[in-house]
């Protein structure tokens, strides 16, 4: 069993940065492939950002290329999504999702899912 805990969010102002945490516990976990979804009111979850453990294998949407930085530390099992020039566009919950094997981009290919963290960007 997986269990993946969020934290980090909350509400900044447009240009400002945040850092989501996902702290992650269960077995064999350097088998995961761990991604960061956002899901705002309204719209699909869509994948923001994804990693392997060895982190040899990183995935950005276009919508986030350059502002945001997925990373994981193998020591605490937890995995970070730095998000630097928010916008109000960036307004979403964002979850932390595993998946055994590979990358995937839909919600759909991933096994195990956070409860969700708020993020509000405000104009």
């Known amino acids: 069993q997986v269990q993946l805990v969020e934290s980090g969010g909350g509400l900044v102002q447009a240009g400002g940065s945040l850092r989501l945490s996902c702290a992650a516990s269960g077995r064999n976990f350097n088998i995961y492939y761990m991604g960061w979804f956002r899901q705002a009111p309204g719209k699909e979850r869509e994948l923001v950002a994804g990693?392997?453990?060895?982190?040899?294998?990183?995935y950005y949407a276009d919508s986030v290329k350059g502002r945001f930085t997925i990373s994981t530390d193998n020591a605490k099992i937890t995995v970070y999504l730095q998000m630097n020039s928010l916008n109000p566009e960036d307004t979403a919950v964002y979850y932390c999702a595993a998946r055994s094997g590979g990358s995937d981009y839909v919600p759909s290919g991933y096994n195990y899912w956070g409860q969700g963290t708020q993020v509000t960007v405000s104009s």
């Open positions: 990693i392997n453990w060895s982190g040899g294998e990183i």
